[in-house]
């Protein structure tokens, strides 16, 4: 059994990812979309088979990727799972159990919040979270064509027109108050910051741990911000530094970019403190 991991800028989740799935199956191969932060290094450190884009080239590219590499192998079933920890790995015998029980060849996790996974093929087709198990004969089926619907739901199509068995599995979150921001979103925020060098730690350390990612944009600061920034260890920090002073205007801007290069789906602001 293999899991694939499509990774893109995912060093803050990418080890507990790993370390759980490793768990449950034999290899664990992640692909690394043209990341510009860790996610290469954890990803050897981890042990886990590393593919590499040079550049960012979408999740349908490092999807197909992934499956190329997972293939080699021979596995008896492929499992697909986000870096962001939008999903429990723990969860991986759920996912495929009724693959090696012969009941389907192709697996969707639902976090509809029903009390079952629905009963229409299309209706979870169209639902798909992304964490799916597949059989040999379902993953090679699959084209990874990128459509408006995404690639995930494209997969499962291409599998249900080559006549796979489909069966959908519920899952719960460990913690139900977060799962629709845990689950459904991918959160950025974004703070500007001049001359904070006395504050940048606690406004840092005050946001809610259910954030991907922070963007910081050190607004060419003439004290020591660019140094207690350095000393900051959260991992889901991503510095920014303006070689000019821009005014909190284009720091937002320059943090916005970055958040959506990154395919946040929601990005907030924490407002600067000196102004």
Do not use: W
């Not at 992934?66 to 021979?74: L, M, R, V, W």
């Not at 759920?94 to 697996?107: F, L, N």
């Not at 996790?109 to 639902?127: K, L, Q, R, T």
Request: with cysteine; proline share 5%.
């Amino acid at each position: 059994m293999v899991a694939i991991i499509p990774a893109y800028d995912a060093e803050v989740h990418l080890r507990e990812i790993i370390s759980r799935a490793r768990l449950y199956v034999d290899k664990v191969v992640v692909v690394d979309d043209g990341s510009d932060d860790a996610t290469a290094f954890i990803a050897e450190s981890m042990e886990a088979i590393l593919v590499q884009h040079e550049v960012n080239r979408g999740k349908a590219l490092a999807l197909k990727t992934g499956f190329e590499e997972a293939s080699k192998h021979d596995p008896a079933i492929i499992v697909t799972l986000y870096a962001n920890g939008r999903h429990n790995p723990d969860d991986i015998p759920k996912i495929t159990s009724p693959i090696m029980r012969k009941e389907a060849d192709v697996v969707c996790g639902c976090y509809s919040g029903e009390e079952e996974c629905p009963a229409e093929v299309s209706d979870f087709i169209h639902n798909t979270c992304g964490f799916s198990a597949f059989s040999p004969a379902a993953y090679e089926q699959l084209k990874f064509t990128e459509t408006g619907d995404g690639v995930e739901t494209e997969m499962l199509r291409e599998a249900e027109d080559a006549g796979c068995r489909f069966k959908g599995v519920q899952l719960y979150k460990a913690s139900p108050e977060k799962e629709h921001l845990l689950q459904e979103h991918k959160i950025g925020v974004v703070v500007p910051a001049y001359n904070e060098e006395k504050l940048i730690v606690p406004t840092i350390e005050g946001i809610p741990e259910y954030v991907d990612r922070i963007y910081v944009i050190n607004d060419y600061s003439t004290d020591n911000t660019a140094e207690v920034l350095n000393s900051i260890e959260d991992p889901r920090l991503f510095v920014i530094n303006h070689e000019t002073n821009k005014g909190v205007g284009a720091a937002l801007i320059s943090g916005y970019k970055r958040a959506l290069k990154e395919d946040m789906d929601i990005v907030a602001i924490r407002p600067g403190t000196t102004r």
